[in-house]
């Protein structure tokens, strides 16, 4: 039986007054790809940034690895190493060498031993055909270059969940590639578990072992990869599908 690795349970998000995330529930098993789609403002990417803190939400609950997540800026600190994010920003450190921005977490945060974490990094960067930037600085970088590093970092802090939002959302076309390459790589080999928000369609549809189909903060299908873009269950979920030419 698959392993649950995850459970939301009524999740509400609230700016002010205004409600941006409505009962969200569902539940994601070790190793599959869960995918978050639907048009911009549906609260995917709030959503995304509630199940590592950071963004409050309202009311219900987050179970990771069968344990009721408590959210306290301590816990999440503690959970952010088990539950890596990637963003569509790259957040390295300008004045950090791309090396220095790898070992960062595992170093301080871990505290594990530095030529350990060095030799890692040396051969995540070589998986990535990046080892000739190790000293390089992020402004030395390609765009799709600095995504590979960023998602680098977040691996070498050995996540069990990784979130990736818009990734490829600012890069050039020709850049995108690459990146997707990594992740579907992620998926194909390492069986990483993995909650991504894309655009990407046909990137999703070779990806997704589960898609939630979001519009104004409610799921408004959760259905199976495959089943989802080839008999969508909502007059809704068509015309997404159609709108975005696939």
């Not at 990736?164 to 076309?173: G, I, N």
């Not at 549809?205 to 909502?234: M, S």
Request: hydrophobic share 40%; aromatic share 8%.
């Amino acid at each position: 039986m698959a392993e649950k690795i995850l459970e939301v349970e009524d999740l509400n998000k609230f700016y002010g007054n205004k409600q941006v995330l409505h009962d969200i529930s569902f539940s994601l098993n070790k190793g599959d790809v869960l995918t978050l789609l639907g048009p911009s403002g549906s609260g995917k990417s709030t959503l995304l940034r509630c199940l590592n803190g950071l963004e409050e939400f309202k009311s219900g609950t987050i179970i990771f690895e069968g344990k009721k997540v408590i959210p306290t800026a301590k816990n999440w600190q503690q959970l952010r190493q088990k539950i890596g994010m990637v963003f569509q920003s790259y957040d390295l450190f300008p004045n950090m060498t791309v090396l220095e921005n790898i070992l960062l977490g595992p170093v301080k945060v871990q505290k594990r031993p530095k030529a350990e974490v060095e030799k890692e990094a040396k051969a995540l960067l070589k998986r990535v055909h990046l080892e000739q930037y190790a000293n390089s600085y992020p402004r030395q970088l390609s765009g799709g270059q600095k995504q590979r590093i960023a998602i680098i970092r977040a691996l070498a802090l050995h996540p069990d969940l990784m979130l990736f939002d818009e990734v490829t959302a600012s890069l050039d076309p020709e850049m995108v590639r690459g990146v997707l390459e990594l992740i579907k790589q992620l998926s194909d080999e390492d069986h990483m578990t993995m909650i991504i928000v894309t655009h990407e369609m046909n990137f999703a549809k070779q990806i997704a072992d589960q898609v939630l189909f979001l519009e104004n903060g409610t799921i408004v299908e959760d259905t199976p990869g495959k089943e989802f873009f080839e008999h969508p269950k909502t007059k809704r979920a068509e015309e997404f599908l159609e709108s975005m030419e696939f």
